[in-house]
């Protein structure tokens, strides 16, 4: 399902070198025994989740359909990055299935919200608020708003049956409010941290609403979990890849570079930045997640990477098979010279691309590329996929000696925000 090949990572040390501290940390990590262990249950949860509340996220989305054609998703951060990888990943830009979802409450911008406000104003709606403190101002600021325009749009009742709370089992305003107010209400596990969170109802409700296989994801995800029990570094990929990064850091580069190779993989890049960053980012540590999307990016950040400085390596996520392909038509005329390519499959053109600038950024630009394969977009990869990165991002972070699971530097904003903007 997922491979990592460490070949052009350029690597200065071994990474079997590094065997004795990884055991050391996947013991950490599976005995819960490390820094920020209330916030480990993500390690067992592919088996361990709740099957009751998964049964009703799926009685929900059916119970509703045909009732709506849009899917608002209110939150930000952990609480909005994995939904939205998730469907653009498994659903494409622009499925052909009638579903829009719209991701509102990660941001203030006013232009946004009157925006969405006007295109939905004759669309049918159903709402999923999710927050796990259910104090984040992003999120409690486009609550009330949409909150309102759905309840001047299908009056108190029609509203409860379409607004969903994602939240605290038992504290917090936004689940006060939610069993005031009757809306369904669906738990983020207390040890549980928003970035390891979209297998939990968290992405789940919102995948389910559009129609997404959750039971496959959690399988995905269940399986990654089996196969990397073992830390082996000989076998375990998720482990290679964490100290694949670890070796290059002390070789002095600062920066990773996600690269993905297709338009709906560019909110999984993003997603990844808020894992590793928020994770890793802290004590003065830590590697910089940034990302491209190629051939996109060839024509803006290629020129950096190829020739400019060298603080980067290139992470390369490239997914094997992504459903739909075609075949590029010939013109026996010829008229834009492009008919080398008749005939060929647009898969084998972006493949191509793909080794092309492998061969390119490596050889001629010197810079190191770690190159994972996944098999395809199915949410079960998709479960798969993410659990990898879990696993990196944890090892990544003891093997600094780092808590991945708080983020204490993001509440500096928000002090000086709230100072002006008047809140007690
Ligand atoms: O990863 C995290 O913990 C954060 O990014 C949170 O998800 C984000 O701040 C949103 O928090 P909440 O779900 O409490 O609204």
Redesign the pocket.
Not at 177 to 189: L, N, S, W
Not at 283 to 309: E, V, Y
């Given at each position: 399902m997922l491979k990592v090949d460490l070949q052009y990572a350029k690597l200065q040390k071994d990474v079997l070198d590094y065997q004795e501290q990884v055991t050391a940390a996947h013991n950490d990590l599976v005995n819960k025994t490390g820094a920020g262990n209330d916030f480990l249950g993500w390690v067992d949860w592919p088996v361990d989740y709740d099957k009751e509340e998964v049964k009703r996220m799926k009685e929900l989305a059916a119970s509703m359909k045909g009732k709506y054609d849009t899917v608002l998703v209110c939150?930000?951060?952990?609480?909005?990055?994995g939904a939205r990888a998730a469907i653009e990943m498994i659903k494409g830009l622009y499925p052909s299935d009638g579903i829009e979802v719209i991701f509102i409450g990660n941001g203030f911008s006013p232009n946004y919200i009157h925006q969405v406000k006007e295109h939905i104003a004759d669309k049918e709606v159903v709402l999923n608020v999710?927050?796990?403190?259910?104090?984040?101002t992003?999120?409690s600021l486009a609550f009330r708003i949409f909150r309102q325009f759905m309840e001047e749009k299908y009056g108190k009742e029609g509203a409860r049956e379409r607004i969903y709370a994602t939240?605290d089992k038992a504290r917090?305003v936004l689940k006060a409010q939610a069993d005031k107010e009757g809306y369904a209400t669906f738990v983020?596990p207390d040890d549980i941290?928003?970035?390891?969170?979209v297998s939990t109802a968290?992405g789940l409700l919102p995948l389910a609403l559009c129609g997404i296989d959750i039971d496959a994801l959690l399988k995905g995800s269940a399986d990654a979990r089996e196969a990397y029990r073992d830390p082996d570094l000989k076998k375990n990929d998720a482990y290679r890849y964490a100290v694949a990064r670890r070796i290059l850091d002390q070789q002095g580069y600062q920066a990773e570079m996600l690269v993905t190779y297709e338009q709906q993989m560019t909110m999984v890049a993003e997603w990844f930045k808020?894992?590793f960053g928020?994770s890793e980012g802290k004590d003065g540590k830590g590697i910089l997640p940034t990302s491209a999307c190629f051939s996109t990016d060839l024509h803006s950040l290629g020129q950096f990477i190829q020739q400019g400085r060298k603080i980067l390596f290139e992470t390369l996520l490239y997914v094997k098979n992504v459903g739909t392909d075609s075949l590029f038509p010939s013109d026996p005329e010829n008229p834009d010279g492009m008919e080398y390519l008749a005939g060929k499959e647009l898969s084998w053109v972006n493949r191509k691309m793909m080794e092309g600038t492998l061969s390119a950024h490596t050889e001629e630009g010197n810079v190191p590329a770690i190159l994972i394969e996944l098999d395809d977009n199915s949410a079960y990869a998709f479960g798969y996929m993410i659990y990898f990165f879990f696993l990196a991002c944890g090892m990544t972070c003891y093997l600094l000696q780092i808590n991945p699971?708080n983020?204490p530097g993001?509440e500096v904003y928000k002090k000086k925000m709230f100072a002006l903007l008047g809140k007690e």
């Amino acid at each position: 399902m997922l491979k990592v090949d460490l070949q052009y990572a350029k690597l200065q040390k071994d990474v079997l070198d590094y065997q004795e501290q990884v055991t050391a940390a996947h013991n950490d990590l599976v005995n819960k025994t490390g820094a920020g262990n209330d916030f480990l249950g993500w390690v067992d949860w592919p088996v361990d989740y709740d099957k009751e509340e998964v049964k009703r996220m799926k009685e929900l989305a059916a119970s509703m359909k045909g009732k709506y054609d849009t899917v608002l998703v209110c939150g930000i951060g952990g609480s909005y990055l994995g939904a939205r990888a998730a469907i653009e990943m498994i659903k494409g830009l622009y499925p052909s299935d009638g579903i829009e979802v719209i991701f509102i409450g990660n941001g203030f911008s006013p232009n946004y919200i009157h925006q969405v406000k006007e295109h939905i104003a004759d669309k049918e709606v159903v709402l999923n608020v999710i927050s796990k403190s259910g104090t984040t101002t992003e999120t409690s600021l486009a609550f009330r708003i949409f909150r309102q325009f759905m309840e001047e749009k299908y009056g108190k009742e029609g509203a409860r049956e379409r607004i969903y709370a994602t939240t605290d089992k038992a504290r917090g305003v936004l689940k006060a409010q939610a069993d005031k107010e009757g809306y369904a209400t669906f738990v983020i596990p207390d040890d549980i941290g928003g970035r390891y969170s979209v297998s939990t109802a968290v992405g789940l409700l919102p995948l389910a609403l559009c129609g997404i296989d959750i039971d496959a994801l959690l399988k995905g995800s269940a399986d990654a979990r089996e196969a990397y029990r073992d830390p082996d570094l000989k076998k375990n990929d998720a482990y290679r890849y964490a100290v694949a990064r670890r070796i290059l850091d002390q070789q002095g580069y600062q920066a990773e570079m996600l690269v993905t190779y297709e338009q709906q993989m560019t909110m999984v890049a993003e997603w990844f930045k808020q894992l590793f960053g928020e994770s890793e980012g802290k004590d003065g540590k830590g590697i910089l997640p940034t990302s491209a999307c190629f051939s996109t990016d060839l024509h803006s950040l290629g020129q950096f990477i190829q020739q400019g400085r060298k603080i980067l390596f290139e992470t390369l996520l490239y997914v094997k098979n992504v459903g739909t392909d075609s075949l590029f038509p010939s013109d026996p005329e010829n008229p834009d010279g492009m008919e080398y390519l008749a005939g060929k499959e647009l898969s084998w053109v972006n493949r191509k691309m793909m080794e092309g600038t492998l061969s390119a950024h490596t050889e001629e630009g010197n810079v190191p590329a770690i190159l994972i394969e996944l098999d395809d977009n199915s949410a079960y990869a998709f479960g798969y996929m993410i659990y990898f990165f879990f696993l990196a991002c944890g090892m990544t972070c003891y093997l600094l000696q780092i808590n991945p699971f708080n983020q204490p530097g993001v509440e500096v904003y928000k002090k000086k925000m709230f100072a002006l903007l008047g809140k007690e």
